[in-house]
């Protein structure tokens, strides 16, 4: 009887060290930006060798690499948010695609920190204490596609950024100048969030964005009086809301033929300079809420592919026949489905009806009460 008790004892203790199938853990939000954009496949493969592994228990090489002390690894995934950490902790393993130091104490970034990570796709030091970066912390990270800076304590942009990167976010830092030269070399950048620093038009260097082509970049949230000089001419999203623009002036757009949506909200704009828009020819959406205009921005009718405009929350108080759609036929390209008028002075009662006669749905037209 006693054998088969060891034996019964045996399969049990196997059992509880058996594979297990459960995700791995989780924080709420954790790489929300990372898992839509790995290789394709990348993160679903990792997950089957991990949950197709042999049903025998699998001995473990003695140079297995260990996570760091009260961090979660799983599926080359190092989390080590919330844990009070002053330091970039030591024995990340060398495989590590993503490692997460959010929500710590961390104060700089040393030379050696990322010594080895040469796989890391994507690093969060989100919410941390950072002012000081080692000019040759990133050396290593040779495919590192994602960096995520947001709320530190940086002044300036980090030197010798990986040739790989392609997103970074650097929002609700302390930067107020952007020097010549600071993105060199990043020709697959694509995403720059750098709203919520106190940086003026004067802070930007001739040549800051030279050799970028972004799609998407946003500077919200700043102190900037006017629309920034020399930004890259490729980009398809710009993003100014919560900033101190009074005016658009003629030339100010005219880099930007390829913006399909343009953030101007919650400025001080009073003038959109005529003809201003006209070099907007593939505009699709334009956010001008939140400002202080008195009539309607002059060209919409012209831009055919234009299909939302948001004006509310203004000082407009008279809305003409022809303010956002052409006269005739086959100028404009598509309908509006989108045009915001509520929170200004104008009564809804008072505009023709064949104002809106090239907007998809009268649904799509919103007034509302205006309040002093």
């Known amino acids: 009887m006693l054998p088969h008790c060891s034996l019964l004892l045996l399969l049990c203790v196997a059992r509880l060290f058996s594979p297990s199938s459960a995700l791995p853990f ?15 496949g990348g993160m679903m493969t990792m997950m089957r060798d991990e949950e197709e592994g042999s049903a025998v228990e699998e001995v473990l090489p003695p140079d297995i690499h260990m996570c760091p002390f009260g961090c979660h690894c799983r599926l080359r995934v190092v989390q080590c948010s919330d844990l009070g950490l002053t330091e970039v902790p030591k024995n ?5 695609k993503f490692l997460d130091l959010q929500n710590n104490r961390i104060t700089e970034i040393t030379e050696n920190d990322f010594k080895g ?5 994507g690093l969060s030091l989100r919410n941390n204490l950072i002012s000081k970066v080692h000019p040759k912390a990133f050396v290593p990270l040779k ?32 930067i107020k100048k952007v020097a010549a030269g600071a993105f060199a070399g990043l020709t697959n950048m694509n995403c720059i969030e750098m709203g919520a620093n106190p940086i003026q038009n004067s ?109 509310h929350s203004n000082n407009i108080s008279q809305v003409g026949v022809d303010d956002f759609c052409p ?17 200004n002075p ?19 037209i919103q007034f509302g009460n205006y309040k002093k």
């Open 203 to 311: 802070g930007f260097e001739p040549g800051a964005f030279q050799g970028l082509k972004l799609n998407y970049l946003r500077i919200s949230e700043a102190k900037l009086s006017g629309v920034p000089k020399d930004l890259p001419e490729s980009l398809n999203e710009l993003h100014l809301d919560h900033n101190q623009i009074q005016a658009v002036e003629l030339e100010d757009l005219s880099r930007y033929k390829n913006l399909y949506r343009l953030g101007l909200g919650y400025n001080h704009i009073r003038n959109i300079e005529n003809g201003s828009l006209a070099y907007l020819p593939r505009l699709r959406e334009l956010h001008l809420d939140n400002n202080r205009l008195i009539r309607i921005p002059r060209g919409l009718p012209e831009m055919k592919y234009l299909q939302v405009v948001y004006l």
């Open 346 to 364: 104008v009564n809804y009662w008072e505009v023709q009806p064949a104002t809106f006669r090239c907007v998809s749905d009268r649904l799509a």
């Open 117 to 121: 990570l040469t796989n890391l796709y």
């Open 92 to 96: 990340i393993p060398p495989d590590t």
């Open 143 to 174: 495919h590192m596609q994602k960096l995520y800076f947001s709320k530190n304590l940086l002044t300036t942009i980090p030197k010798n950024l990986p040739a790989s990167l392609v997103e970074i976010r650097i929002h609700e830092n302390r």
């Open 327 to 343: 006269r005739g036929f086959g100028m404009k390209r598509t309908f509006y489905n989108g045009i915001s008028l509520f929170a």
């Open 26 to 40: 989780e924080q709420k939000g954790f790489w929300d930006f990372a898992m839509d954009s790995m290789d394709s």
